[in-house]
């Protein structure tokens, strides 16, 4: 089951992608990291079924790994989710490799081939999010967040929509009629701002 969305923000498709190599081709050294994240109902079966594969890369035991218990939420994939925790350490977020950029689940899905849903949503489509129906940009955006970087003049980047397109379609369902028929004009295939 998806996550019901009535409306999206025409700023997806505006705002500048996470082009070339995405977070792991950007300066900004994981600072969205430092928040934590909510990982959603189906993550969270995942990551305790791969907990094997996680916890030598975070050095920590999964257990230890959140703040809080089940919350029960239909604005999460499986009706719920639970928020992790941020090392104190690194102020990083729990699931944050040790000494190096990058996150543990991602890893394991892109190098080890484990099953991308192991990537909290949040997580997936960041610096895009959801609340109680509504697709946006996060904001404040991060000033070093690769959908930040300045680019050369004339060079075509991507837009939000367009470097998250598939991870939007997987995880959620779109109602806008509105966007849906932006869609299916093509409008969006401009090149995205340079914020």
Not at 88 to 108: M, T
Request: net charge positive.
């Amino acid at each position: 089951m998806k996550i019901r969305i009535k409306k999206v923000d025409p700023e997806i498709m505006t705002q500048k992608g996470l082009f070339g190599d995405g977070c792991y081709g950007s300066r900004c050294e994981d600072e969205c990291c430092e928040w934590g994240c909510d990982v959603d109902f189906e993550s969270d079966l995942l990551i305790k079924k791969y907990r094997h594969l996680i916890e030598p890369l975070i050095k920590a035991r999964i257990e230890d790994c959140f703040a809080t218990g089940i919350i029960k939420d239909n604005d999460y994939l499986g009706g719920a989710y639970r928020e992790t925790v941020v090392r104190e350490s690194d102020n990083r977020c729990a699931f944050h490799l040790i000494g190096r950029k990058g996150c543990s689940l991602f890893y394991l899905w892109a190098k080890k081939g484990l099953p991308k849903r192991i990537i909290p949503t949040i997580c997936r489509t960041y610096p895009i999010t959801w609340h109680r129906g509504k697709l946006f940009v996060d904001r404040p955006l991060k000033r070093a967040c690769k959908c930040m970087e300045r680019t050369p003049r004339g060079e075509k980047v991507p837009s939000l929509y367009e470097t998250q397109r598939r991870d939007i379609w997987a995880l959620f369902d779109i109602q806008d009629k509105k966007f849906l028929a932006s869609l299916k004009n093509a409008k969006w295939r401009k090149t995205a701002s340079k914020r």
